[in-house]
C-alpha cells in the first residue's frame, strides 16, 4: 500500500492511547449502549452514511462480538489473528476478510506495525455492487453474495488470500484514499469500485476460504463451477462420474451444502440465463429457450412465470431486474 496511506493509518488513536496508558480493555461505551457486545454501526458511521472506514484497533483483545453491519478488513500491513465461528483465520498483509451480520468473531492483539482498516458497511450500500454483478449471471456469485447479505448457514465470512492480485489492491487502495480524503461523490464512486472489486474476487475462489472444511469447500466450488459452465445439459450422473462420486452421495452432499438440489441449482441458473439473454440481445424466446438448455417451449413459459411472476415476453417490455 503507497506509505503515505500507510502512515495516516498507522497514527495511535486517542482509543488506542488510553488502551496502552489504562488497564488494557475496550471501552465498549464507543461500540454499543447494549448489554451484548454487538456493536452498533450508529456509533461507527456519521448519520447518513451508508460507508466509512476506521483504523483497527492494536494493543488490545477484542473479545466476542458481533455486528449489525457488514464488516470488511483490508491488511495494509503485518498480520492480524481472528477467530470467527469457532474458525481462527490469520489475515495477512494484502489479504481481505468479509463478515456478514451474522458472524461471531473474536481478534487477538495487534502490534503497532499491523496497520489494518476496517470497512464499516450497511447492507444498502452493495445494492449498486449487485446489480452491477447482475449483468454477468453466476451462480458463483450468488452464493458469495448470499454469505454477505443475509444468514447463510455455510458460510459467513470470505477470506481472500490475494495478496498478489494487483487489479485487487489497486481497488481497495482507491476506496480506502477516497474515503480518507472525503472525495465528491465518494458514495458512488465507492459503490462501485466495491463492484468491480467482487467481480475480480469472483474469479478467484481458488484463493478464497469460507470456513468450511477443505473438502466441503472445494466440493461447493466444483459443483458450481460445473453448473455454469455446463447448464445447458449438464446432468447430475456426469458431475457424478467425473467427480468419482456415487450420484446419490453427491446429491444429498449438493442438498446439504447449498440448501437446495442439483435440479433447483440447475433451473436457477437455466432461468437467470435466459432472463439475461432477454434484455441483452434481441433473439427471439424460442431461441433463448432453447439456448439455456430447454426444448419445450410450453415448460419453459411456465417456469419463468413462477420464478419471475411474468411471462419472457412481458420480462422483455419491462426491463426488469432479475431476482
Known sequence: MNRELIERLSVITDEERQILSGPG??????????????????????????????PHTRFV???????????????????????????????????????????????????????????????EFFDTTFRMMGEDENILRDFLVDCLRQENSYGRY??????????????????VW?????????????????????????HHTDRLDTGAGDFDQQLIFKVLRYIDE???????TQLAAALGFDVSWLSRAVKRLLGRTYKELLQIKRL?????????????????CAAVGYDNTSYFHRIFRQHYEMSPREYRIRGAVPK
Request: hydrophobic residues 40%; neutral net charge.
Open 25 to 54: 480493555q475496550i471501552d465498549r461505551t464507543l461500540y454499543t449502549e447494549q448489554s451484548q457486545l454487538i456493536i452498533d454501526s450508529r456509533k461507527m458511521l456519521d448519520q447518513g452514511k451508508l460507508i466509512q472506514i476506521r
Open 61 to 123: 483483545h477484542f473479545p466476542r462480538h458481533r455486528h449489525n453491519y457488514v464488516e470488511v478488513i483490508y491488511m495494509c500491513q503485518g498480520q492480524t489473528t481472528h477467530i470467527i465461528d469457532n474458525n481462527q483465520v490469520l489475515l495477512r498483509e494484502g489479504e481481505l476478510l468479509f463478515l456478514n451480520q451474522n458472524a461471531v468473531q473474536e481478534i487477538l492483539p495487534a502490534g503497532r506495525e499491523d496497520i489494518a482498516v476496517n470497512f464499516i458497511i450497511l447492507p
Open 158 to 175: 470470505l477470506h481472500f488470500k490475494v495478496a498478489d492480485l494487483l487489479p485487487a489492491q489497486n481497488l481497495v487502495e482507491n476506496m
Open 178 to 202: 477516497t474515503l480518507l480524503n472525503n472525495q465528491p461523490s465518494k458514495r458512488s464512486i465507492n459503490q462501485f469500485t466495491m463492484g468491480l472489486l467482487l467481480l475480480q474476487l469472483v
Open 230 to 236: 455446463h447448464y445447458r445439459d449438464g446432468q447430475l
Open 272 to 288: 437467470n440465463q435466459a432472463a439475461f439473454l432477454l434484455q441483452t440481445t434481441r433473439l427471439p424466446i424460442t431461441d433463448v
